[in-house]
């Protein structure tokens, strides 16, 4: 477990001379799922008109109050039954209020039909620490959650990491087909149902990929993460998106060690720069709850929140003008504004300042020891938020029940690339076997013929700098108004 690379490596795809048109042949069948998975126009529209939409009518109702969509939505990574996830982001204190009167208002519109309105007919409310509001409008399942929108940032990362890995969206296309198949065949994606929660499932393929730079194509990724997670040490060992860390070495320790352990890890640094990996790390800090509104000019707060203190002093302490700048993978750099130290410039624009400086804005948020990383049978370091354990939902009769799962699927998957191996297996028999590893996905789509696709590139990019703007622009409203 030292080396996962090494440890991976046992995955390979046999190959010969002879394989090479029963290869061609069920690449051309894998592109064309993808293709049907991935992202549609027509998907886009719909789910873009919903949203603005939901946005519109949030807006009439409670002026002042916004939603914003963040996840698979903006990173292009759902599947077409997929949901949208939305943020409420509303004043903290009016939180219980908004969410019961725009529970209220919806039921009002529940069934309703009106011509160039998006259906309503379905509305459930979750009272939790965070309360979420379910919905299908027309016909695709939303929930708008009352958290803080700290989402932005996650997208954020994994777009920097789909640039990062590159090989014409690598990293897109394999989550889609592992997304897929965990869904459909496998039925181990749920945190509801004590399993896998999609963030953290795109943190194990993102292992995967980090550690395999041998891996082409989406297939190789899906053997890999079925034959190392089949067999992967739980009850010794924590996984994070960069490497494996003994449980032993996380006894009493703090969450600043688990900050600086992705700070300097070496497989990290090929694929996102310190800088740029700190400044995540911060503006997700910047996001907890207890945060909003920290800026606040209130004469009541008292005293002083360390963090508001501290970035006050950053605020109005001269900034050099050749600012460090947030970079993606393999150094490429996000566009910034250029900074300015006139003590004249309004508190909005020297924040908006200050969190496009990724080295300053580092030093301005001072890391604590934090509380020791809590253990469960499932641990898994979020890659933004090391504090965060994305296996906490998962039980131990679900974990067994996932690891027999995909020892059953790799033994699948390695029957199917032995099948492509052998010069004598006719091809109907390969594509035979590959529609059966994904039996449950064709019935549930209702494919029955898939023909090759075009490249769908175009389908899966993403503006980084769009995205990298709208974390800069609702951090600084979140931390500048309760």
């Not at 920097?160 to 592992?178: C, P, Q």
């Not at 979020?382 to 965060?388: A, F, R, T």
Request: contains cysteine; glycine residues 6%.
């Amino acid at each position: 477990m030292d080396d996962a690379a090494e440890f991976l490596s046992q995955f390979t795809v046999p190959t010969t001379c002879g394989a090479a048109q029963a290869l061609a042949a069920l690449d051309d069948r894998v592109t064309a799922l993808i293709d049907r998975l991935a992202p549609q126009p027509e998907d886009m529209r719909r789910r873009g008109a919903i949203i603005e939409y939901l946005e519109g009518f949030v807006e009439r109702c409670f002026p002042g109050t916004r939603l914003l969509p963040y996840g698979s939505y903006i990173t292009r990574i759902f599947l077409p039954d997929g949901d949208i996830d939305l943020i409420c982001l509303c004043p903290r204190k009016d939180r219980d209020a908004v969410f019961q009167a725009l529970s209220l208002a919806l039921r009002e519109i529940l069934g309703v039909s009106s011509p160039g309105i998006p259906a309503l007919t379905n509305l459930v409310e979750v009272r939790a620490d965070v309360p979420v509001l379910k919905l299908m409008l027309d016909g695709i399942f939303v929930d708008i959650s009352f958290a803080s929108p700290a989402g932005l940032v996650t997208s954020l990362f994994l777009q920097l990491m789909d640039e990062a890995i590159g090989r014409a969206h690598l990293f897109k296309r394999s989550l889609l087909l592992v997304q897929a198949w965990c869904t459909y065949e496998a039925h181990v994606l749920g945190s509801h149902a004590q399993m896998l929660n999609s963030y953290c499932l795109r943190a194990m393929v993102c292992f995967i990929l980090v550690h395999s730079p041998e891996c082409v194509h989406p297939m190789q990724v899906l053997l890999k993460f079925l034959g190392f997670f089949s067999c992967f040490d739980y009850g010794s060992a924590t996984l994070t998106a960069f490497g494996v860390i003994d449980n032993s070495h996380l006894v009493d320790v703090g969450s600043r060690a688990l900050y600086e352990y992705h700070l300097r890890n070496p497989v990290a640094a090929q694929y996102i720069d310190q800088d740029t990996y700190a400044y995540l790390m911060m503006c997700r800090l910047l996001f907890r709850p207890e945060l909003q509104g920290v800026l606040f000019e209130d004469s009541e707060r008292s005293p002083e929140h360390p963090i508001a203190h501290a970035l006050k002093e950053a605020m109005n302490t001269s900034v050099p003008t050749d600012t460090g700048k947030p970079r993606g993978g393999h150094g490429r750099t996000i566009r910034t504004t250029r900074p300015s130290t006139q003590s004249t410039v309004p508190t909005s624009e020297r924040l908006r300042v200050l969190l496009q400086n990724p080295s300053r804005l580092a030093q301005a948020v001072p890391l604590e020891r934090g509380s020791p990383f809590a253990s469960r049978i499932l641990n898994v370091v979020d890659p933004v938020y090391p504090e965060n354990n994305l296996g906490r939902a998962l039980g131990g009769a679900s974990l067994a029940r996932m690891r027999l799962t995909f020892q059953a699927g790799y033994a699948q998957v390695a029957a199917l690339m032995s099948l492509v191996a052998d010069r004598t297996a006719p091809l109907t028999a390969i594509m035979a076997e590959f529609d059966l590893l994904f039996a449950n996905t064709f019935a549930h789509y209702s494919i029955e013929g898939l023909m090759p696709s075009e490249d769908i590139s175009h389908r899966l990019s993403v503006s980084t700098g769009a995205l990298y703007r709208r974390v800069v622009k609702v951090l600084a409203e979140y931390l500048e108004h309760p």
